[in-house]
């Protein structure tokens, strides 16, 4: 039996009304709300517990072990968190010299840095350099993937700033040293001395310490074996900023 009002055979036509628009918009607008609120909220507690215990794993970590699985690849991490104390002084140095060397004195974000960037870039006509910080490095490493896009990007910001206002100065710099790649499956510094050279990160010459921190921008590639040039570049930036900043 029909519908009052419908007869058999008819099709009943589905309406997209402005109403019905703004209200799938409300809800899609609140739901992005409460996940961007969830997901800042944990990465905050994360970063609090992290003031004082290191990360059993991370974003990036994560992501690698799941690239492996996809692609039936073995993984074998090596991962080894130490003390800023068992990391030599010239490791920090050379980090900072390659990486960001106005670490101690910007609040997470170089904007001068982004804007040299934007013009380097713009001269060559290509995407050649960045412009992230030490401290948006260790919060993609954290809570992120190394997938490049402008969400990922936008939502790298806040993270940035949660990191400076929770962690110190030093831990961030610990933190930053023991989690980023340095090949793979090689997390952190001790991880990458011993890879890399047989020896603890604590006792590393000069060299082995730029020839590492040449290798941070592309580690699945680079070998420090084969960044002379560039290890010899960031020496004479670590003479520089060795000179300039109190902290080294």
């Given at each position: 039996?029909?519908?009052?009002?419908?007869?058999?055979?008819?099709?009943e036509v589905f309406t997209l009304t402005p109403a019905l628009m703004c209200s799938w918009l409300n809800t899609a607008v609140r739901g992005t709300l409460?996940?961007?609120?969830?997901?800042?909220?944990?990465?905050?507690l994360l970063l609090v517990s992290y003031r004082w215990v290191d990360p059993p794993t991370t974003g990036v970590q994560i992501q690698r072990a799941v690239s492996a699985w996809w692609t039936g690849d073995a993984f074998e991490r090596s991962y080894r968190?130490?003390?800023?104390?068992d990391i030599d002084?010239?490791?920090?140095?050379?980090?900072?010299?390659?990486?960001?060397?106005?670490?101690?004195?910007?609040?997470?974000?170089?904007w001068k840095a982004i804007g040299e960037a934007i013009e380097d870039n713009r001269e060559r006509g290509r995407l050649y350099r960045g412009g992230s910080t030490i401290t948006q490095q260790l919060a993609k490493n954290l809570f992120q993937t190394t997938h490049s896009s402008l969400i990922r990007k936008g939502l790298e910001v806040p993270l940035t700033f949660l990191t400076e206002l929770v962690l110190s100065k030093e831990r961030i710099l610990e933190l930053?040293?023991?989690?980023?790649?340095w090949g793979p499956g090689v997390f952190g510094a001790e991880a990458a001395a011993q890879h890399h050279y047989g020896r603890a990160a604590a006792s590393m010459t000069r060299w082995h310490a730029a020839a590492l921190a040449a290798c941070i921008p592309n580690p699945h590639v680079r070998t420090p074996s084969r960044m002379t040039h560039y290890t010899r570049t960031i020496l004479g930036r670590m003479r520089q900023v060795e000179r300039f900043e109190a902290y080294f």
């Open positions: 039996m029909s519908e009052p009002g419908i007869e058999s055979g008819d099709v409460i996940v961007l609120i969830g997901y800042y909220t944990l990465c905050t968190p130490v003390s800023l104390a002084d010239d490791l920090e140095l050379a980090v900072v010299s390659a990486e960001d060397t106005r670490f101690f004195q910007h609040t997470g974000i170089d930053y040293l023991n989690v980023i790649e």
